[in-house]
């Protein structure tokens, strides 16, 4: 016996899907769901299912919804679009509270490292709505990374020909940073773009 | 719109249960579960749910079984018991695999910075085998920790009253390692137990 009983390891290898997960945490996640009360794992493994059962994309953004389009979709203005990488970024967005226009999820950014080339993200997507929506903006929320930026010059290369005003979120210092800790490039970028008061 | 869409929320709240998982890693997870085919999530849920259902404690040892007995007090010494804290230090012992008896499964060890007294672990049931099965020899394997220590120590103190030989996990070097870097108690440890060769 070098392993444990049959359900136990099942258990295991289904954790150790997930995506960081090793055979150490796994082992633990599968203690924590044996030692846990029967209705408590019902409830995990409905909201489970539940989840891959009722989230959809919508059809417009490609953000998760449980209708056919999502909230934003259906009351922002479709002509501003800001594009993103994940749904996540879109809650981070909508926090602000003074953008009344509609997103774009590309799901992902280029990388060639991962081979991941503009067929893998929702590029063409973006490009039939700006075409159908009569789209005037389109605001690049990409990361400040080399993969978000270079997705951002990508798609800008390929929609300003469209007539369409593309702009990029802008780059400075942190509101609350001490100067001393604000990385080179971020204080160069931040010089560069320095504004009149 | 703070949050996700309610299902969403829901799968994260359930993964956020799970030991040492923050709700960025649950938003991680669930992300994953949303993003895989309909078929592997049931195989999932079901796993989890077989998991909780199948899984039982042996009656005599308390480790994983499916049965009422688990596979080990079935074939093993029972005059022999090894106590160890959990279920999956057992796996580790079973890997040597020249050790014949039975086991015991604390459950936990004595802790009183969490709270965990003696009633909190299976040491009751221990005695009682201690007495109903002739046990000649209990080898505490409980970890080389502080509180594997004074598990050990709090139960050869109750054993060795009752006739039965109580021994201890030798403590030394491991294999393998440089001496430069044992530190300093292992190295006394292993100084104080040394042996004519």
Sequence with gaps: MKNFILP?????????????????????????????????????????????????????????????????CAKGDRRQVCVVAEPKDILALEKVRDYGGT??????????????????????????????????????????????EATAMYISKLVKPLGVKVTRLAQGVSMGTELEYVDEVTLSKALDERREI
Tied chains: 1, 2.
């Excluded at 295991?12 to 996640?29: D, N, Q, W």
């Excluded at 993200?121 to 990409?142: F, P, Q």
């Design 103 to 148: 997103y774009h999820v590309l799901h992902g950014l280029l990388s060639p490292m991962e081979g991941r080339t503009a067929e893998d993200i929702h590029i063409k997507e973006l490009l039939s709505r700006i075409s159908n929506d009569n789209v005037t903006e389109v605001i690049m929320a990409t990361p400040p990374t080399v993969e978000g």
């Design 8 to 72: 136990i390891e099942k258990l295991i290898a289904e954790f150790s899907h997930l995506p960081g997960v090793g055979r150490k945490t796994a082992t633990r996640y599968a203690y924590h769901i044996i030692n846990s009360e029967t209705q408590s794992v019902q409830d995990f493994a409905s909201a489970m299912l539940d989840a891959k059962r009722l989230v959809k994309y919508c059809s417009v953004c490609g953000n998760f919804t449980e209708n056919d389009i999502c909230d934003t």
